[in-house]
């Protein structure tokens, strides 16, 4: 069955440097997603993306943030400076139709 | 505006009871869809179930049923016979057509004693 894959699953980097976080989404889906959960609270939206571009971004993807979809396969975001508050599962999706979306396992960053 | 909440924090049970987990959503659009979602230990989420506002038909798979009742704007997800590995942290979502994402509730942290 097809699945949505996050590379790295741990991620450790140090304060105000840059990470990128990498997903490859299911093959035919048009539809991407980042999420992001602070250790024990809720998961939370970030940014959605279609055609190339974003389609919405909520408050908490700021400046910092920037998603791109460099070939045909992979997804990533980007934290230019990472600071201490950006330590969280990050979690990729995918939809290839609203409203049903595919999570893959999740990318723990680690700001030290 | 659209808000999940699942008022239980945590929940701790013995093997083999019953166990209901609460979600009460908020949403001015007629059509949306529920979710939930169960996070064990490992971290990932595992979709377990959707169900869309036009469909008050409740579910059950295995130990696993859920009560969807529009009037009180809850879908509230019950275990029957818990078992250890039920162990997880377990979250309702909500999803609009016309809003591009979903939105999570805090969660239920579930522990099954044995």
């Known amino acids: 069955e097809p699945e949505v894959t996050q590379t790295p699953s741990h991620q450790v980097t140090q304060m105000g440097q840059e990470v990128i976080l990498r997903c490859v989404p299911i093959?035919?889906?048009?539809?991407f997603y980042w999420y992001r959960q602070i250790l024990g609270q809720k998961v939370e939206f970030l940014v959605s993306?279609?055609?190339?571009?974003?389609?919405?971004k909520s408050e908490i993807f700021d400046d910092q943030f920037s998603v791109e979809r460099p070939d045909g396969s992979n997804f990533t975001l980007k934290i230019r400076s990472t600071k201490l508050e950006d330590s969280a599962m990050y979690f990729c999706?995918?939809?290839?139709?609203?409203?049903?979306?595919?999570f893959g396992p999740g990318t723990r960053l680690t700001v030290t | 505006a659209q808000k999940v909440t699942q008022a239980q924090t945590e929940i701790s049970v013995v093997e083999k009871e019953d166990v209901t987990l609460d979600c009460v959503y908020e949403?001015?659009?007629?059509?949306?869809?529920l979710f939930w979602y169960k996070q064990p230990p490992s971290g990932e989420l595992v979709f377990l179930i959707r169900?869309?506002?036009?469909?008050?038909q409740n579910e059950i798979s295995g130990r696993y049923s859920w009560n969807f009742q529009k009037s009180t704007s809850s879908f509230n997800f019950t275990i029957t016979a818990s078992q250890v590995v039920d162990s997880a942290v377990y979250f309702c979502?909500?999803?609009?057509?016309?809003?591009?994402?979903?939105?999570f509730g805090t969660g239920t942290r579930l522990k099954v004693l044995a």
């Open positions: 993306f279609y055609n190339n571009e974003i389609s919405e």
């Open positions: 999706a995918s939809s290839e139709a609203l409203p049903e979306q595919y």
């Open positions: 169900r869309n506002s036009f469909d008050e």
């Open positions: 093959s035919n889906h048009l539809y």
């Open positions: 979502a909500l999803s609009e057509p016309v809003v591009d994402k979903y939105i």
């Open positions: 949403t001015r659009d007629t059509t949306y869809y």
